[in-house]
Antibody
Framework: EVQVEESGGGLVQPGGSLRLSCAAF????????MDWVRQAPGKGLEWVAN????????NYVDSVKGRFTISRDNAKNSLYLQMNSLRAEDTAVYYC?????????????????????WGQGTLVTVSS | DIQMTQSPSSLSASVGDRVTITCRAS??????LSWYQQKPGKSPKLLIY???SLQSGVPSRFSGSGSGTDFTLTISTLQPEDFATYYC?????????FGGGTKVEIK
């Protein structure tokens, strides 16, 4: 069964740092793009960052550029999000998401993102 | 960045009703649109990809249509388990933006 499990959330002061981890199970992790998506309390979904299979291509939403770094360790089937200079507006549940772009699905290869598996999320609270 | 606008932001409906949610992109995204369902306290679930393709395991009462800038998600016969919040997402270009969500509530 395909599973992704986040960990590492918690309470941190403004300006502080936190590293989120995501463990992947039940699929060939090194074959997939992976993403982070967040959801502030009571709010909608916001895509944060993604990374390609070998880590050579990374993309970020403007609000986290220069502060957050996405990375992966394919030998450990793990995805990470290093979050520095945290702000109150970064408070959210952070989801690890598998992106099945470029896979054959029902006879068709879709070249754009498709978020087909989500973790349960880990809560990050930035507050003094 | 491509802005995604969903309407309505909420709706009340009864079991058995036909429900339609719309999503508009600020520029053409061809057919690169996904729909997700999220229930309270749960993570989102992929329903529809590339505008009209039904994700495996999703009931056939869900359907998607549209291309370019205007898209719809239709639930043909609303079931009790369909009361949730629905989000559209453009997958045409980064940042991969979501609509604001549509909460489907029990009438």
């Amino acid at each position: 069964e395909v599973q992704v499990e986040e960990s590492g959330g918690g309470l941190v002061q403004p300006g502080g740092s936190l590293r989120l981890s995501c463990a992947a199970f039940g699929f060939t992790f090194s074959s997939y793009w992976m993403d982070w998506v967040r959801q502030a309390p009571g709010k909608g979904l916001e895509w944060v960052a993604n990374i390609n299979q070998d880590g050579s291509d990374k993309n970020y939403v403007d609000s986290v550029k220069g502060r957050f770094t996405i990375s992966r360790d394919n030998a450990k089937n793990s995805l990470y999000l290093q979050m520095n200079s945290l702000r109150a507006e970064d408070t959210a549940v952070y989801y690890c998401v598998r992106d099945r772009r470029n896979f054959l699905v029902r006879g068709v290869i879709i070249t754009r993102a498709q978020f087909d598996s989500w973790g349960q999320g880990t809560l990050v609270t930035v507050s003094s | 960045d491509i802005q995604m606008t969903q309407s309505p932001s909420s709706l009340s409906a009864s079991v058995g009703d036909r429900v339609t949610i719309t999503c508009r992109a600020s520029q053409s995204i061809t057919s690169h649109l996904s729909w997700y369902q999220q229930k309270p306290g749960k993570s989102p679930k992929l329903l529809i990809y590339v505008a009209s393709s039904l994700q495996s395991g999703v009931p056939s009462r869900f359907s998607g249509s549209g291309s370019g800038t205007d898209f719809t998600l239709t639930i043909s016969t609303l079931q009790p388990e369909d009361f949730a919040t629905y989000y559209c997402q453009q997958t045409y270009s980064t940042p991969l933006t979501f609509g604001g969500g549509t909460k489907v509530e029990i009438k």
